[in-house]
């Protein structure tokens, strides 16, 4: 056996009038077909791809489908290499094997760039092998045959399905290296192709994880201390199991669960419930929070996160000093589908199923929890109504688990909407504090950033845009350690830093007298001929799309009364450029259409990308106007929508989304288009009204730009 190749190993299984193609992540592993008689169904359902004799292909999906199209995504990659009829695929959803699928987690807008050469070879190695399966049977050679849409087609025309060569190609011998398509042969990539889940989702057919059902499984919910910083003291469920239908009420962990035979009893308990809770510190607030930001900001302590040059010395010789400083709230994930999980819990096993966006995480945290092997633990993945980072978390599966261990029986744990809002794992509360120097002719010559944040971590990007720019700069970070949990939501940090950087270089360009996209052009100059330092990015790619998105939106000539915002940042390894464009009035701006242009290497499927451009830039502009938290006593104010504002439909304007087409190794895209979007707004309204905003949400900062969306 072969055992040499690095990425993956596929096996090429010979089943009952099929064949299988599966490949897992030993390293340093040729691909090799083997044939084996009799495959188990644990085998088959965890195959990456088969081709049944009736020439039907269906594609198992590893990777968590949360709406960002990974699950279309992905199978278009496999089928482009394989070269099948794309109305012949079928997709399912692959459930947990990390030895056989590897990367198995939705976040970081990380899968596709992963991802891409692996499955392109696992569908160009079926290619390869059918190929070559036809010519022995024509008794031809291999480069004298083509193939299209499933089918091995010679120089005579005849044709031999791929359903009708699975048998034969088992025996063919797979060579070190399997040659790729060209860009330009593409037939699927690059497309415009429906989502796979579209006809379930549309007829309700689809399953999410509040869809899931057992026979025999019981129902719960878990009542939570009401503040970050409580502790359980004791409780009286004396009237809560009076409830017909309520079967237990138990306590773990500071945390009581109410076991029941559906959920409608289990919410009726809540309301009956005493429980009393203990403050172990003195609980957080928005007042105290405000006292750590000012005291951080002064006194520190700061982390050294990037010095070039000299920056006092910058600063001491400026002609002009520009400061500002801008600051954002906790924000919840707020998706649709609340949080949820099954288990069930026996003496040595554990099944898990549920929407989590890690599933390996899950089981590999069960497992500590329970002691229970990981190999004794399955992970069943649904669909999820929203993601956005939470799902990150596994906390809620966790619970579920413990709560089947300590009722020893399968159960179906729910939150509310107010359990979802009040629960943390929130994006971070954070500061930024601005310093910049020019000189007479305009040039940035100093670049100072200090951010602080609660449970935020490292707060800043040092090595970004526009660092490696400018020839001196200073970037510092500090971190409160806060009761109030946090996690990653949807773009972490970037979500903010970048419109609180792009709405401050707007403000050095004003300074300087400067055209803001020019500033930015003038800077990116500067890193390609000579950059300073580290650089994370690259700055002709900058270029592309700011010069793109400002020949769209023609900037500087837009008609009369309508005024332009410009933005743009690299994350998640894509670049987007937007441009805002405000119209005033009755005096009051209102936010009329939003050009974006994007580079993120080759697009895998134009429908799939437009929409998470769409849903990116809606979602930005949403929280920047709206979205907020504010706490007492521990506890956020805001607990369901009514209270925690999102955008409306009606409130969405015109997005022009278009893309470079580089020819560049697709990077991410779930994410980058989010960060630009405030900065974009927020320097739109500037132009409108002469206002800076400097606090998000920007609606209660200033009441004329309330309306605006």
Known sequence: MKNNRRDFLKNMLLTSGGL????????????????????????????????????????????????????????????EELDVDWEKVVVKQADLDIKRFERQLTGGSGAIKHSWERLRKAGATGRYALVAAAAKKWNVSATTLKTDKGFVINDKGEKLSYGELVNDAVSVEIPKEIPLKSNKEFKLIGQTIKSVDNKTVLTGKAKYGMDYKQAGMLYAQ?????????????????????????????SFKDKVAIIGKSNWPIMKARKVLTINWTNTKELESDQKHNQIFTDLMKNGPFELRRKDGDVEKAFAEAHKIIEAEYQCPFLSH????????????????????????????????????????????????TKMGGGFGRRLNNDYALEAAEVSS????????????????????????????????????????GFALKGVGLNAGNSTRQDNFPVGAIDNVLVESADYKSDITTGPWRAPITNFLAYAEQAFIDEIAFAAGKDP???????????IEKPVGKITYEPARFEKVITTVAERAKWGSAKKGLHQGFSVYFSHNSYVAQIAEVEMKKGKPTLKKVFAVTDCGIVINQSGARNQIYGAIVDGLGHAMYGNLNFENGAPKQTNFDQYRLIRFNEVPEIDAYFVDNGIDPTGLGEPALPPTGGALANAIFKATGKRLYKQPFAQEDEKVAEIL
């Open 406 to 445: 300590l009722i020893k029986a399968p159960v179906k744990l729910m939150w509310t909407r107010e359990d979802d809002m009040s629960g943390g794992i929130y994006r971070p509360a954070v500061r930024y504090k601005f310093k910049a120097s020019i000189d007479k002719a305009g040039n940035v010559t």
């Open 20 to 79: 299988v193609i599966g490949f897992n992540s030993l390293a340093n592993s040729d691909a090799e077909i083997i044939s084996m008689e009799n495959i188990k169904d644990e085998l088959l359902s965890n195959a990456f791809l088969t081709i049944d004799s009736n020439n039907i292909i269906t594609i198992f999906s590893p990777n968590p489908e949360i709406g960002q199209g990974i699950k279309t995504a992905f199978a278009v990659i496999v089928a």
């Open 222 to 250: 878990i009542v939570r201390p009401q503040g970050f910083g409580q502790t359980l003291k004791d409780f009286d469920a004396t009237e809560a199991k009076k409830i017909d239908g309520v079967i237990d009420v138990i």
């Open 334 to 381: 707020s998706p649709m589908e609340p949080m949820n999980f099954f288990a069930d819990v026996k003496k040595d096993s554990v099944k898990l199923v549920g929407p989590t966006q890690t599933p390996q995480s899950a089981q590999n945290q069960v497992s500590k929890l329970l002691n229970i092997p990981v190999e004794n633990i399955t992970v069943e993945l």
């Open 517 to 527: 996209v020019k500033l930015r052009l003038e800077l990116l100059k500067k890193a």
